[in-house]
């Protein structure tokens, strides 16, 4: 089993629809969970964080966290042809005392107009 | 403030050589983590520094190899590169310590083995 699952897409989508992305995780101890984009070509950047249970909006972008079923999603309200990329789900796990970051293979979105 | 920046961005060696790539975190950031990233394996942990220690290490081989200065720039090396060494090399810095640190990633450099 992966510790970060994604489903790699595409996630196809019209223009002003929502996309929904999403992410399951393996490590029950995870505290914080990121959303980055990364366009072809580019480095990830990052559109979201959230550590607590419930939902984190910013902007369009809207973030879920349900630790209990060990899920994070991602909504994008009123998509955009420029919203089509690679988004990756970004888990903390642990290590030697530590925090690292263990990424998802990512999602492929691609928003139509 | 300015970001984090890689050098260089692009690189073409050959099988065998070594290479060595640069980053310069945010400033005020002291930690900084290095990431393989490929088309068939994704971002792959390499390993992080912090305070001119290395805290993590991810599953690569020891010819993969980093190091940080007093001024938080990192450098990471490989020795006798391989044509599946080729990839996309991230470094990202970060602030915060503890569960809310939160990466910030450099352009990246594209390094082609032939």
């Known amino acids: 089993q992966k510790e970060v699952e994604q489903n790699s897409g595409p996630l196809s989508v019209p223009e002003g629809a929502i996309a929904s992305l999403n992410c399951t995780y393996s490590?029950?101890?995870?505290?914080?969970f990121f959303w980055y984009r990364q366009y072809s070509g580019k480095s990830p950047e990052l559109i979201m964080s959230?550590?607590?249970?419930g939902d984190k909006e910013d902007g369009r972008f809207t973030a879920q966290l349900n630790k209990a079923s060990q899920y994070v999603s991602l909504l994008i309200r009123d998509s955009q042809p420029s919203d089509s990329a690679t988004y990756l789900c970004a888990v903390s796990q642990l290590s030697g005392g530590y925090n690292k970051l263990i990424f998802g293979a990512g999602t492929r979105l691609a928003v139509h107009p | 403030k300015a970001g984090v920046t890689q050098t260089p961005r692009y690189l073409i060696k050959t099988r065998g050589q070594q290479v060595t790539l640069s980053c310069s975190p945010i400033s005020g950031h002291r930690s900084v983590s290095w990431y393989q990233q490929t088309p068939g394996q994704g971002l792959q942990f390499l390993f992080e520094?912090?305070?001119?220690?290395?805290?993590n290490k991810g599953n690569f081989p020891g010819r993969f190899s980093g190091r940080q200065f007093s001024n938080s720039r990192s450098e990471m090396n490989v020795s006798t590169l391989e044509l599946g060494d080729s990839a996309l090399y991230l470094c990202?810095?970060?602030?915060?310590?503890?569960?809310?640190?939160?990466?910030?990633f450099g352009p990246g450099t594209r390094l082609l083995v032939l």
């Open positions: 990202a810095s970060s602030l915060v310590e503890g569960p809310q640190e939160t990466q910030y």
């Open positions: 490590d029950r101890g995870s505290q914080s």
């Open positions: 959230i550590y607590s249970n």
């Open positions: 520094y912090f305070s001119e220690t290395q805290r």
